[in-house]
């Protein structure tokens, strides 16, 4: 079968994104109406689809991601600036998650094996450390059961003054409230 037809198949079914035993969903907060995620953005999309998990006992952000059409780059296969931005997301998801507002500073991705079209990844992203405003983050991309490694990453983000959240719109916000609201709930 060639690499178009394996496309046009991979865009008549849809990808099963559920989550594994144990996994609990976290939904993506209502202020990203659709299409205002760029990595996530689009759950009915040709592009990138992705559902995020987290499991009692472990503060990393699991996941499931379908890379479509959509996201081409090389023939038959996932851009790699594809890659990047979901390792940005739930790397930054991650901290976000564990009540640290952050934006990126430096996110590195380290290609392991290109991913074809079609596939349905898993992904990992947690937070490593945390020095003050510093909140560093480690992510993976794997096939499913992990049995290949497709990227890893890792990349420093710095947590948001609030004085700098007044200043953005209301949108932010109510973001970073329902970051701190994730965080104590977690901590219960």
């Not at 907060?29 to 299409?35: D, L, M």
């Not at 990126?104 to 991913?115: D, M």
């Not at 937070?127 to 983050?137: L, M």
Request: glycine share 10%.
């Amino acid at each position: 079968m060639s690499h178009r037809s394996k496309h046009l198949e991979s865009e008549a079914r849809a990808p099963d994104l559920a989550g594994e035993p144990g996994w609990a969903r976290l939904e993506v907060p209502a202020i990203y109406e659709p299409g205002r995620s760029y990595a996530s953005g689009e759950p009915d999309g040709q592009r990138l689809r992705v559902r995020y998990y987290h499991r009692d006992g472990d503060d990393a952000m699991l996941g499931k991601v379908w890379f479509g059409p959509g996201t081409e780059g090389p023939p038959g296969h996932a851009h790699g600036g594809s890659i990047c931005a979901l390792m940005d997301e739930a790397m930054g998801g991650s901290a976000w998650m564990l009540g640290h507002p952050v934006v990126a500073a430096r996110v590195t991705v380290n290609f392991r094996k290109i991913v074809p079209l079609g596939t349905v990844a898993w992904f990992r992203a947690w937070v490593e450390a945390v020095h003050g405003r510093k909140v560093t983050a480690k992510g993976v991309l794997t096939s499913a059961h992990a049995t290949d490694t497709f990227a890893d990453a890792d990349g420093l983000f710095i947590v948001i003054k609030p004085e700098q959240v007044s200043a953005m719109d209301e949108r932010m916000h109510r973001l970073f409230e329902r970051s701190n609201e994730l965080a104590a709930r977690r901590r219960k």
